[in-house]
């Protein structure tokens, strides 16, 4: 896929602005891969709330399985709650991921208005899903949207690079975490990117 119309021009800013970022851009290669398809790309992060990247691929996996490869609103809407229990969702997520089907497939969210939507309206639009919170919904506004200046505070792979890579206690101080975005705005998602690169051998998707 091709990478986001905005990325070699953040790449330049984000690299005069810090030189940790420069650092950064020049070891790990690659880009932001965005997902063409919602249902998929929301059911991922449902899927991942909480729980390590291994335990969620390993998770998703099965959930893949059991829609006999086809992630879709109307292979999930045929499943039961046991079914995706099975597969290693709690009941919680289960429960989000069928109600998310359902509303897709009955036509009363429609992502598609995202596009229109500021970053905060887009938050609180998604975060009306069941299941779906503000970490959630920044995933889906980095990895389906392709927003350029999203910054998530909650992810905790997120504050443990930034530690890592700035020399901070774990977790970082708050007041620093917000002294970043201004300094990484408007390309806080690509610098997100490559944080999270700096701590994972392989890119992280949603």
């Not at 091709?2 to 851009?25: G, H």
């Not at 429609?110 to 503000?134: F, N, P, T, V, W």
């Not at 999203?150 to 620093?176: C, V």
Request: glycine share 2%; aromatic share 14%.
């Amino acid at each position: 896929m091709s990478k986001p119309f905005y990325w070699e021009r953040a790449k330049r800013y984000l690299s005069k602005n810090d030189k940790i970022m420069n650092k950064l851009i020049k070891t790990y290669k690659g880009n932001l891969i965005t997902r063409n398809n919602f249902f998929y790309s929301l059911s991922r992060s449902i899927v991942s709330q909480q729980i390590s990247t291994k335990a969620a691929d390993s998770v998703f996996s099965k959930f893949e399985k059991k829609c006999k490869n086809k992630i879709n609103p109307k292979n999930v809407s045929k499943l039961s709650i046991s079914s995706l229990r099975r597969c290693g969702l709690s009941r919680l997520k289960a429960k989000g991921v069928k109600s998310l089907a359902k509303k897709i497939l009955n036509k009363s969210f429609d992502h598609k208005l995202i596009k229109k939507m500021e970053d905060e309206e887009a938050i609180l639009y998604l975060s009306s899903l069941r299941q779906i919170g503000r970490w959630s919904s920044e995933m889906a506004l980095i990895f389906f949207f392709n927003r350029p200046d999203i910054w998530p505070t909650q992810d905790i792979g997120l504050l443990r690079a930034i530690s890592i890579n700035y020399n901070k206690k774990y977790f970082p101080p708050k007041n620093f975490v917000t002294k970043l975005q201004k300094k990484f705005s408007p390309y806080c998602s690509v610098a997100t990117w490559y944080l999270w690169r700096s701590i994972d051998n392989e890119p992280i998707q949603y």
